[in-house]
């Protein structure tokens, strides 16, 4: 069974602090990786896809990729209090299957 | 570009009834995906459908069904509803459903059974 395992928080910075969310997957054949962010009631909105091993970055935001640990994360630098969401882990190893996602992590940034 | 568009937004339902969501994807996007997220289980893929073919199917009962039409409209059929399918219902649209396609997200139906 593809698990994809996230500490589920919730995970507490103050404003300003890097936020370090952590995520594991146990099948080795997946392929592609994305985080998602999603706020309380609504849908989850794409933060960033990673597909190669090594570190991804977008703006506050890098992606790390290990596939030999089958670790994936994302940092978030500089957190503000509209970071403050349930952060998805999400992975995809075949063309056509669905995202397996983790239940994720929730963020509480304070200012 | 308009994004994910569900229909309902909102639904309540008694046990043993039957409900169809609607989703339209995103102009150009093939493949659509569904989701089930309850606060216990998180997000669950249901099925995922490309060019009117359903490829992929989630570990749920046969009383989930759906369908693509062919503008890649899609609908979720859930009959005999039982209390426990109370959930939000995501519906995600992608260029072709590869793995390195961006799975965009609807806004959900949210679905109460009573």
């Known amino acids: 069974q593809k698990e994809v395992e996230q500490n589920s928080g919730p995970l507490s910075v103050p404003e300003g602090a890097i936020a370090s969310l952590n995520c594991t997957y146990s099948d080795r054949v997946s392929q592609s990786f994305f985080w998602y962010r999603q706020y309380s009631g609504k849908s989850p909105e794409l933060i960033m896809s990673i597909y190669s091993n090594g570190d991804k970055e977008d703006g506050r935001f890098t992606a790390q990729l290990n596939k030999a640990s089958q670790y994936v994360s994302l940092l978030i630098r500089d957190s503000q209090p509209s970071d403050s969401a349930t952060y998805l882990c999400a992975v995809a190893y075949k063309a056509g299957t669905a995202l397996i996602f983790g239940k994720g992590t929730t963020l509480s940034v304070s200012s | 570009k308009a994004g994910v568009t569900q229909t309902p937004r909102y639904l309540i339902k008694t046990r043993g009834q039957q409900v169809t969501l609607s989703c339209s994807p995103i102009?150009?996007?093939?493949?659509v995906s569904w989701y089930q997220q309850t606060p216990g289980q998180g997000l669950q893929f249901l099925f995922e459908y490309f060019s009117e073919t359903q490829r992929n199917k989630g570990n749920f009962p046969g009383r989930f069904s759906g369908r693509q039409f062919s503008n890649s409209r899609s609908e979720m059929n859930v009959s005999t509803l039982e209390l426990g399918d109370s959930a939000l219902y995501l519906c995600?649209?992608?260029?072709?459903?590869?793995?390195?396609?961006?799975?965009?997200f609807g806004p959900g139906t949210r679905l109460t059974v009573l």
């Open positions: 995600a649209s992608s260029l072709a459903g590869t793995t390195s396609d961006t799975q965009y």
């Open positions: 102009s150009g996007h093939r493949s």
